[in-house]
């Protein structure tokens, strides 16, 4: 079955750029997703990619899509405090129930 | 604004109590999903239903049952709730009529075992 992975922590100034990598093993997923929950909150959906897209952007938000390496990337200019979060990557297969398979999420620490 | 809630915010019972978590939503998407999310983990698929249809993750314990009695509202019983089921219960809702299967979540439902 799928699998997602991330890295555990990172940590930025505030207004610098944050950039938070995911990979996956299954080549058909057609849906990745970026959520972020904060603290004792449910999940937030900030954006999706569909598969046939290497890069999409949404305000602060760009998303980068890597088909052959299966990785994904999100990166949020400007970053400020109220970014402080667990950023989850998630995939989808057509097809498999519409099922999502998260990643282990990625702390991230805003510093100012 | 369209949305899912879930009720009660924090639940606490005791171990061996029967608890029952409840999800509703106001966006008449036809699928609707239960996590559960220990500390510092993902979230782990429970179960879903596609409208009225239930299925079962093959390793969601028995303790777990889920009930659908209509479009807008889905509860996640615990039979007998043990203290490694303390965790946040997660709800979400997808429409697979848009066909971008993204899963929209409602704040959760934190479990307490004493």
């Known amino acids: 079955g799928e699998d997602v992975e991330q890295s555990l922590f990172l940590s930025v100034r505030e207004g610098d750029s944050s950039v938070i990598n995911c990979t996956y093993t299954?080549?058909?997923?057609?849906?990745l997703y970026w959520y972020k929950q904060e603290p004792g909150a449910g999940l937030q959906l900030l954006t999706y990619?569909?598969?046939?897209?290497d890069m999409k952007q949404d305000q602060r938000l760009t998303v980068l899509l890597n088909k052959k390496d299966k990785h994904l990337s999100l990166r949020i200019a400007d970053t400020q405090t109220g970014d402080s979060a667990i950023y989850f990557c998630a995939a989808t297969v057509t097809g498999g129930g519409n099922k999502l398979t998260f990643g282990t999420g990625t702390q991230l620490k805003v510093e100012l | 604004d369209a949305m899912v809630i879930q009720n009660p915010r924090y639940q606490v019972t005791q171990f061996g109590k029967p608890v029952t978590l409840s999800c509703s939503q106001t966006?008449?998407?036809?699928?609707m999903y239960w996590y559960q999310q220990k500390s510092s983990q993902a979230p782990k698929l429970l179960f879903h239903?596609?409208?009225?249809?239930?299925?079962n993750e093959a390793d969601t314990p028995d303790n777990f049952q889920s009930r659908r009695p209509n479009t807008s509202f889905c509860f996640l019983d615990i039979r007998s709730p043990g203290l490694g089921d303390a965790a946040m219960y997660l709800c979400a809702t997808s429409s697979l009529i848009h066909r971008t299967y993204e899963q929209y979540f409602g704040p959760g439902t934190r479990l307490t075992v004493t």
């Open positions: 239903y596609y409208d009225k249809d239930f299925n």
């Open positions: 990619i569909f598969s046939n897209m």
């Open positions: 966006l008449n998407h036809n699928v």
């Open positions: 299954d080549s058909s997923s057609t849906y």
